[in-house]
Structures are given as C-alpha cells and as structure tokens.
C-alpha cells in the first residue's frame, strides 16, 4: 500500500512537470516496442508533440495524410464533408497482405450475417475488425489527440507486424471535426505559455455554444440510429459495409473523475442485447485494466453509465452482433487543470486513451476467433427468433404525406435493412395504407433484432435509471400509422424492394397557366418550404381557416394554402413554372382554381388570411440551451431553406426588433436580458409580434408578465422518516425523466393542428414541467390525454402529474401571442412528427385570434 500511495505521488509531481515542460513522445509509448524511423511521428509533422497544444483537425487531416504516404499498412479514405465542408476521414490499417484482399475480407464478413452461409466461413483465417472512433464530441480532446499516437503505432511498431495479419482496424480520428476545430481553436489561443490550472481560467471555460457539438449544435453521439446529419451517415454507411467486432468510442467525463471503461451497470442493459455481450465486455475489461495498472491509472467499471439507448456509439452495435465500448476520461478541458486527484494535464488524458487503444488492439486479436463466432451466432440466434416471432412484419405510412413517409424509409435504409414499398391500397384494422405512401419492413431478415429495436413499445424495465433516453420508437416519433403484420398479409401484399439512396417523391401542379388561383394543402412535410420559396418569390400566400371544394370531387382542408401573383409583374407562364419547379422541389401537389366560386367557402371569404412572409429571430448565446437552438436553425436552414437571424439574447437590449415578427426562445434561462430589453420585447408582441417559446423560457417569460403561464407545483407526499443512504442516488434518479414518449391531443381546426388529419399523435417529454391549461379552453391546442404514457419509463408520481395537462398553451399580449412549448417538437432532428407544430407556430402563429388565447 505504502509503495502505491509512493508510486502516485511520484505519478502527479510527472504529471506536473509534464504540464510545463515539452511532452516526450516516449512518456506515451509502451515499452517493449521499436518504431520504423521511416514512419513520420507526430512532431515531425506537427511541430509539436502531443499533448503540448491542442490538434485541429486539419492538422490531424495532414498527418494522416503523412501517415498513409509512409506507410503500407494505412489506407486513407475520405467518406464525406462536415457542414463546414471538412473532410470525414477513415483509416483502413492492416498488414499489407489484407490491404490487397479487402473486398474479400469485407464479402467475407457480410457473410456472418446470412445463417446459411455463416457455417461456411472459415473463422480460423478470418481477420477480428475493431472500428476505433475518437471524439464525437470536439471539446472532449483527449481521444482525437490519441488517435494519432494510436496511428503512429499500428503504422511503425515492428513488434506488431505478424498481429496485423489478423485484424483490420477501422479509424475514424475525429469523428466530429467541426466541434474538434471550434474546441482546439479556443483553448490553445487562451493557452499561456506557465499554466497553473486554476479552473476559472478562460481557458478551461469555452464560450457558447462550446465545442461538445457539430455545427448545428448537435450531439452526434445519439445520432448513431437517426442518421440526421453527414457525419453519422458517412460513418454508418461504413461500419454496415464492414460490421466491426468491437466498435470503440472515447469520450471524457468530469475533470475530478478518472477513467471508465465498460462493461456499464448490468441492470440498465437493453432487453435485445445478448447476456453473451456483457460476458465479452467484461472479458476484455480485463485488457484494459491490466494496461492501465501498468502505467498506475485509476479506474471504474460496472458503474455510471449504460447501454441501452441505441442511438450511442457504445450501444448501437451491441444489437448487431457486435461489442461496443465506451471508454470515458477525466477531462483537463483545456491543457491543465486542477482536480481533487491532484494537477490533471492534458497529456496524461491523453495517455489513458492511448493506452485503451493499446489494451483494445490486444483484446482484438487474442479473442479475434471467439469474436467473430459471436457475431455468426448472433446472427443464427436471430433468425431463430424471427421464425418465432408471431409478427412478421412492420407496415408504416401516411396517405397524405410523402414526405415524414421517406424519411423514415431513408433513416431505416442506413442500417443494411431490407424494406419493400407498397404497391397497392390495403386497409388492415381500419387503417388505410395506400400504394406508393407506405413502406414494409420484413422481420425475417438478418437485422431483426435492430428492427425490433426501432418499431418495439416498451414500459416495463429491470431498472428505472437511464443514461439517456428510455424510448425511441421511430414510427411514434415520426406520428406515423404503423403496425406490425402477420405472415398472411405480408405474403400477399404486393410490394417492390427499395434500396438506399431514395428520394423524395416530387410533387406537381394539376391544371394550367393562367388559372384564377392555385391552392395547395398543408400535409405534406415540405409544405411550408414550398410556402416560404413562394413568399421569397413575392407573390401573395393566404391561409384558409375553412375548408372549401374545388370540384365536386376534389376538397381541400382545412389549413389550405391559396397561392396568386399578387402584385409580381410577372406572366402567367413564369408563375406557373415557378409553381411547378416549387412543387416538383418539395413534393406538394398545387392545384390549378378557374372560379372564386368554389363550394364550401369562396376565395373572398373572410374566414381565409393574407399570410406575412416569415421574419424568424432566434436567441442564441447565454443561458440558452445550445442544443435546442440548435435544432431549430437546423430545422429552418437545412429542412425549409429559410433565412433566420441568430440573435444573441443579450442583443436584445439594443436590437431593433421591428426587423422580425416572430421570435424564439429556446429552452434556456434568459437573466441576461435588461429591463430594456424586456419592455423592447414587450412592445414588440404587443404590436402583432409572434413569440414561440419553450420549457424555462416559459416560465421567465411569465415572471416578466409577457404572456401568462402557470405550472403546476405539487411535491410527492412521503411520511417515511428513515431511508437507506446507499439509496439516495437511485431513488432520485427514478424521478428524473429521461426521455419517453406520450400520448397528447390535438385540437386540429386550430392553426396550429393544420395539416394533421388525427387528433390522437405522440410528443417526446424530458422534463418534469407540467403547463397548467389555461382558463381558456381554445388556448390549449395540444393536451396529455388522461391515459399518456406510449412507450418508456416514467415515475408514476410524475405520470399522474401529467395527465390533462397542457403541452401548448397560447396567451395574447395585445395584439402579438405567446406560444408556449412543454415539450421539443424538433427533438435530435428526427421527431418529424412534432416538427409541423412548430412550422405552424412560425407560419400561422400571425393569424391565431387573440379572443383565443386570452
């Protein structure tokens, strides 16, 4: 004990010395090892060594790049740009004698997916495949720097040479560039030359939005299964092609922890995943643990953190036959840092990631043949439980919209599974699924078990904390008519199979240049994109509150959009083009109007709006939730090609907010706004303005009287007068509410509901706020129905505190109204089907009556 505690303390004076002096590159070697002096090391390249400022990525680009020139056993392959155009970059490392077979290792491979083919591979020559991914999160440095010390060594270590014929390794440097830029960017230019690692240094203390996310300010770390954004594609598109073994992923965690490595709690493991998982993580741990005690590292295991979402990099293989490993390090956030384990530098963070790359690559090809045999058998497993499933199928789809429709086909299509397009009307237990708009899913097929992952309704757990979220059910998130199917149906459906790389069916004009008018209906995802790109062009948008009847046979809803010239000097020829390619763009159909004449409601009726063209500010900065606001410059600048201002919500002080007519707040706490700002707001809503707003912003908007919301404030009664402190932590934590899916319902002749057809729909909740309804009954577009909970976990306390409570309220203020969220309806990009809620807010908040909502 005396010689350890002796150890550590010579350990932290290194670590102090190595926070002030030059990094050698031999502090992170192991030893036994010698290098080929042809292989670059970091410093040549660099001009430092690691661990003494921060890489950006294009200098992790260009040693890469040296890296593969030099080297024989490298591959560098770029498989897709960032949003700010960075190259996504894999490395393919092997010996050079599967550098030259890859195609056939890779069939090879596919073939452990196919029970019939899987006996007859021959397991004892094929190569273990480990995927090592670094830094999905840019501010979380220590594994982007690693990776280049990890690629010096699999490119240089002679000592390696005769493993590398058994194990390809798939590395992905830096997964998140655009976060790994704006993070080395701001630490080293507040790096001072005699550190002294006091937290409150600005180095160690980013600037909004921080470097954690992508440049929409996006986790990409729960984007494994939606693939919403190029990153996550590029990547799954290559770990499908290849299916790893083990798939690593190195994060950091809080500056005064040490260092994780799974496997995580067993309890909070997904139901899908096999036992026989757990039993191979825990068997490699004991790699890691054996190279971390070598170099006196502290470390944890079994606690913390789970595996059940699988939208995580850790925990997206484990139901694909595969073993993910989450490793997490104790943070420096920066290059040093006081911590109650004593002065943390960053290179020392950066040797522990190091070094679990080291204690991987041997787990890998000592179990490379016991690796792939579980892959195989997962597989044969799976099938098994496809041929007993009573289910054998998924049918989902919606008749009135394209869109929300092929974006689920287009998510599910990433994952190397079979999906079939319907070719045919069919009504199965009164839901209508109609040709062309609809899409199954057969359960016979390899992935099963991830698809069952995707469609499953789950309210039962062995535990009741989660890491992230508890449900994720797509076609609920994307408010879609699904259900699964017996063998009967789906054996007579006539059906056509799809494959990756559809496209968004395009749209069309019915009718001809020179028409009266032109209307389009409001289902279709893209319908306010189409809007918005008609008000761009200036002609003259107007909403009706009515339906009304074209032809006989030909209605619109509700919510429908009329479309004419205005006072655009242009010919009808132009404005019918202009129609059509808007149209084709976005999927609507536009329907050509020869009278004013029309049934049900005429074109002069008052109950139909002359719409204003969108002027969308969105706060930023602050304490605004990062994550969320991002979602919403995504939504509109990506989804719907709309130009919106990012404004810092301290501007608001001295802005001129006349230049907007809608404003959002995100989620987020608001302190920063003066009083000035406040009454400029005020004035702002009060004179016709829009206010979307949503969670604490709510509640800062009512304590400065602008809008009225209440919320309810009721605590759980408990008269037990002693509990067990091992507890606390737990019985906490089950009150917390992580994320699940609810039942909600909607007013749909509100402009807020246009576009929907059914008022029953889902909304994903993450938080205990519950929203009084408002005194006003047509205040309350959208409520918790008496019976919510879908799908996911929810204290029962808070359940009952949920029930018939509002998920949107609308207040007046003057002339202006205050749309109030509970809930994120752009939640990870990928809950399509809240999404319309919010364009509605944008696009018809304007016209909403103030009687309303007072």
Do not use: C
């Amino acid at each position: 004990m005396f010689k350890k505690l002796i150890f550590l303390l010579l350990l932290l004076q290194a670590n102090s010395l190595i926070a002030q002096e030059k990094v050698p590159l031999e502090y992170y070697l192991k030893p036994g090892y010698s290098y080929n002096p042809d292989i670059p090391t970091p410093e040549s390249v660099l001009g430092y060594n690691i661990g003494e400022w921060h890489v950006s990525y294009d200098q992790v680009y260009m040693y890469m790049q040296a890296l593969a020139e030099a080297s024989d056993r490298i591959k560098l392959e770029v498989t897709g740009r960032t949003y700010e155009k960075r190259p996504l970059m894999m490395l393919t490392i092997s010996h050079r004698d599967n550098l030259g077979k890859l195609n056939a290792i890779k069939y090879q491979r596919s073939q452990l997916r196919i029970p019939a083919e899987s006996r007859n591979v021959d397991l004892e020559a094929l190569p273990v495949v480990t995927y090592m991914g670094y830094s999905v999160h840019g501010n979380e440095a220590s594994g982007v720097n690693a990776s280049l010390l990890a690629a010096y060594h699999f490119a240089a270590a002679n000592e390696i040479e005769e493993d590398l014929k058994s194990i390809i390794i798939l590395m992905e440097p830096g997964i998140n560039p655009d976060g790994i830029n704006r993070f080395s960017s701001w630490v080293n230019s507040n790096r001072s030359i005699h550190m002294n690692g006091d937290p409150n240094n600005r180095e160690l203390n980013e600037a909004w939005p921080r470097g954690r996310t992508n440049h929409y300010w996006f986790d990409l770390n729960r984007d494994w299964l939606p693939v919403q954004h190029p990153e996550s594609r590029a990547r799954i598109t290559k770990i499908q092609e290849w299916k790893p073994n083990l798939i690593l992923d190195f994060h950091e965690m809080g500056t005064n922890s040490t260092f994780f490595f799974q496997p995580g709690i067993p309890s909070r493991n997904h139901p899908l995943t096999p036992a026989k998982n757990f039993e191979l993580t825990e068997k490699i741990a004991q790699y890691h643990a054996k190279y971390l005690d070598e170099i006196g590292s502290l470390y944890f295991t079994q606690e913390s953190y789970d595996d059940f979402y699988y939208g995580k990099g850790s925990t997206y293989p484990d139901v694909q036959g595969q073993v993910g490993i989450l490793f997490e390090q104790a943070s420096s956030r920066g290059h040093l840092q006081e911590s109650v384990n004593g002065p943390l530098t960053f290179a020392f963070t950066v040797r522990n990631q190091f070094t679990a790359s080291l204690s991987s690559f041997e787990a890998s090809v000592a179990m490379r043949k016991e690796l792939n045999s579980y892959m195989r058998d997962f597989y044969i497993d799976a099938k098994s439980d496809a041929d007993a499933d009573t289910n054998k199928a998924y049918i989902f789809g919606l008749a009135k919209d394209k869109g929300r429709t092929y974006h689920l086909a287009d998510m599910i299509l990433y994952h190397d599974i079979k999906l079939y397009s319907l070719k045919e009307d069919i009504k199965i237990n009164g839901l209508d699924f109609k040709a062309d708009r609809a899409f199954i899913v057969p359960l016979n097929q390899p992935q099963y078990r991830l698809i069952k992952g995707m469609f499953e309704t789950r309210t039962d757990f062995q535990d009741s904390l989660f890491y992230d979220v508890s449900a994720w059910t797509l076609p609920m998130a994307f408010d879609m008519d699904f259900m699964a199917l017996n063998s009967r149906i789906l054996n007579l459906a006539n059906v056509e199979e799809v494959k990756k790389g559809i496209t968004l069916p395009q749209g069309k004009v019915n009718g001809a240049a020179g028409a009266y008018s032109y209307a389009f209906e409001w289902n279709e995802y893209y319908a306010p994109k189409a809007a918005f790109k008609l008000m761009e062009k200036g002609y003259n948008l107007r909403l009706a509150h009515e339906a009304f009847d074209i032809t006989g046979d030909l209605s619109m809803g509700r919510g429908s959009i009329l479309v004419d010239k205005g006072r655009q000097p242009v010919s009808d020829q132009t404005f019918f083009e202009d129609l059509q390619s808007i149209a084709k763009l976005t999927g609507i159909t536009i329907h050509g109007i020869n009278t004013g004449y029309t049934g049900g409601i005429n074109m002069g009726s008052p109950s139909i709006d002359v719409l204003e063209k969108p002027e969308v500010a969105l706060l930023v900065d602050g304490g605004v939730y990062s994550n969320e606001a991002g979602e919403i410059w995504h939504l509109l600048d990506q989804r719907l090609e709309m130009p919106i201002t990012l404004l810092p919500s301290d501007e608001m002080n001295s802005a001129d907010l006349n230049r907007y007519n809608v404003i959002v707040l995100p989620n987020g706490s608001y302190g920063n706004i003066s009083k000035s700002g406040v009454e400029s707001l005020k004035s702002w809503v009060r004179a016709g303005g829009t206010i979307i707003a949503r969670g604490r912003a709510l509640e800062w908007l009512n304590s400065q009287q602008i809008g009225e919301f209440s919320f309810k404030t009721e605590t759980e009664k408990d008269s037990t007068i002693q509990k067990s402190y091992a507890n606390l932590s737990n019985d906490f934590g089950s009150k917390v509410t992580g994320g699940a899916i609810f039942k909600v319902k909607l007013d749909l002749s509100h402009p807020l509901g246009y576009g929907y057809d059914k008022e029953d729909m889902y909304t994903f909740r993450n938080s205990n706020q519950f929203l009084l309804p408002s005194k006003n009954p047509y205040a309350n577009p959208l409520v918790y129905t008496d019976s919510p909970l879908a799908s996911g976990y929810v204290y029962p306390f808070n359940l009952e505190q949920m029930k018939n409570t509002a998920m949107i309220r609308v207040s007046a203020v003057g002339r202006g109204k205050v749309i109030g969220f509970v809930d994120d309806p752009n939640f990870r990009a990928f809950w399509f089907g809240t999404n319309k809620l919010f364009f509605n807010s944008i696009f018809f908040g304007q016209t909403i009556s103030s009687s309303s909502a007072r």
